[in-house]
């Protein structure tokens, strides 16, 4: 069960980190814009 788990973090730490990778070398205004402000909208969810 741990394994699982883990495999899951591994793999949601790889989306993210490409996610931020990718849209930063061809997007930069998007990436600018989603990733590197400090811009969301509040929500209960996020507390």
């Known amino acids: 069960m741990e394994v699982i788990a883990l495999k899951f973090v591994y793999l949601a730490n790889v989306f993210v980190a490409g996610w931020i990778s990718i849209s930063s070398m061809f997007y930069p ?5 989603s990733v590197f402000t400090n811009d969301f909208a509040y929500s209960e969810s996020f507390r």
């Open 29 to 33: 205004k998007i990436a600018h814009h």
